[in-house]
Structure formats: structure tokens, C-alpha cells
């Protein structure tokens, strides 16, 4: 069977990693979280000071760009976790300092050049499902199949409340939901490759769907275009 490549883009929390994940276990394809890469950029900033208040010291990161080596690793249960180097960060990059700060991270230019190239060297033998904001428009916009996803912005922050309690994490429905909101303007509003939907890519609000519906109807998606 032809190995093709999958974009998944859409609004922030609403679901797009668990079906990318999902996706691409039950075909046999890499998963690439390309959100994890810049929240790993972001990590990097908090651990080496480079935030100011409302900004960050764009000398330093620059600086900084050729020391940051984000790889990812399969952990025992084989799934996919965020390295930097050696060490693995992946609970630290989803947690709400990273995650209040990360869109401003990605509206940087030389960021985003650096993340972009690395995402096209992952995916340049084909059978890659990556989930982000610019992956069907700027990273892969020859990808066979594009999804763009959304849900309401309070789904989505229920959604994300729920998945920090399951994992025992302090959270506040309120400050999720205000986070959504603040990253969703953030990353449509910015300059460089905003968030936006390919004019080829399928459109799924998953607002009143289960996982179960969700799997289904994307492995619908899939076999339609490998079948053609
Ligand atoms: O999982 P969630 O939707 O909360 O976010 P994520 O996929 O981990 O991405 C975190 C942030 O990285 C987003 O809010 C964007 O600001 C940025 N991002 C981006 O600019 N381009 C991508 N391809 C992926 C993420």
C-alpha cells in the first residue's frame, strides 16, 4: 500500500495528538507532535532565563537555537515522549509554564524556520501523521490528506481540565479556559504561517464526538485516499 502523509491542524486542546497518535498506531505510521517541539523550545527559554515579564531575549534564543536538540523517544509502552538532548521533558513542556508562553515562542521566525526544517527532514520518507497549526499549510502542503480540526473553545478547555486531573496535576477550569482563548488569537493572529485552514483540508468539529467516532471517521478518511 502507498505510504502517504497526514496533516492534522486545528485549534489548540481540542483532541488533535490523541487522534493523530491513534491514527497512526493502527496504521503503522510515525507520529509527530510538532506542538511538543516548540514547547520544548519554550522549556528551554524557562530553564536558561530568558523570559522577561511579557517578552523573551530574542539575542539569547537565537544564540541558543543551535545548542537545542529536541528529539523524540518511544518510552516502554511505545509511546512517543520529547527530548531535549538526553533528557526527557515531556511531562515538564505540558504543564501551564510552558503552555502560557509557548505561542509566543512560535510566532518567532528563526523558531519556526528551525522547527519547520527539522518537521520536513522527519517527514521526507512519507508515512507521518504530525499534528500542529501550520503542518497542512506550511510544513507538508503537498500532504495527500488534511485535517483541520476544532470544538468549541469551553469543550476544549473541559477537555484539557479533564486530562491534568486525570494526571493529578493542579488546574483551574477558568485559567484553561483563558489559555485556550489567548493562544487560539495568538496563533491566528501572528504573522508567520498563522493558524488557518488549507483550502484542501477536510474540516472536523469534534465538539459532540466520542474518540471511538472520531477514529472511525478519520479511518475513513485514510482509506479513501490510499484506496483512490
Ligand atoms: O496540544 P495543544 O493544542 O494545546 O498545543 P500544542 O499542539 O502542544 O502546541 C502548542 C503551541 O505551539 C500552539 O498553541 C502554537 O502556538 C504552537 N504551535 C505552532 O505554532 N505550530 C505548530 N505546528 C504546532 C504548535
Redesign the pocket.
Known amino acids: 500500500m502507498k505510504k502517504i502523509t497526514i496533516a492534522i491542524?486545528?485549534?489548540?486542546?481540542?483532541g488533535?495528538?490523541t487522534m493523530a497518535k491513534d491514527l497512526a498506531r493502527e496504521i503503522g505510521y510515525i507520529y509527530i507532535?510538532?506542538?511538543?517541539?516548540?514547547?520544548a523550545v519554550t522549556y528551554y527559554c524557562l530553564q536558561h532565563d530568558f523570559f522577561t515579564e511579557n517578552s523573551v531575549n530574542m539575542e539569547e534564543l537565537q544564540a541558543a537555537m543551535k545548542d537545542i536538540h529536541i528529539n523524540f523517544r518511544l518510552n516502554g509502552e511505545g509511546r512517543p515522549e520529547t527530548y531535549l538532548g538526553d533528557t526527557c521533558i515531556e511531562k515538564e513542556i505540558r504543564g501551564m509554564a510552558v503552555?502560557s508562553r509557548?505561542?509566543l515562542?512560535?510566532t518567532i521566525g528563526f523558531v519556526?524556520e528551525a522547527?519547520v526544517a527539522l518537521?520536513q527532514e522527519m517527514g521526507k520518507e512519507k508515512g507521518i501523521v504530525m499534528?500542529?497549526?501550520?503542518?497542512g499549510t506550511t510544513?507538508f502542503p503537498d500532504a495527500e490528506l488534511k485535517i483541520f480540526v476544532t470544538a468549541s473553545a469551553e469543550v476544549r478547555a473541559q477537555r484539557?481540565y479533564d486530562e491534568l486531573k486525570a494526571k493529578g496535576e493542579e488546574a483551574s477550569y477558568e485559567s484553561i479556559l483563558e489559555n485556550v482563548k489567548e493562544?487560539d488569537r495568538?496563533?491566528s493572529g501572528r504573522t508567520i504561517?498563522p493558524?488557518r485552514k488549507a483550502d484542501d483540508a477536510i474540516l472536523l468539529d469534534n465538539s459532540g464526538m466520542t474518540i471511538p467516532e472520531q477514529k472511525a471517521w478519520l479511518m475513513e478518511r485514510f482509506n479513501e485516499v490510499v484506496n483512490k
Open positions: 491542524d486545528g485549534h489548540s486542546s481540542c488533535k495528538s507532535d510538532s506542538g511538543a517541539m516548540y514547547r503552555s509557548v505561542s515562542i512560535a519556526r522547527m518537521q499534528d500542529g497549526r501550520d503542518i510544513v484539557r493562544r495568538i496563533d504561517s493558524l
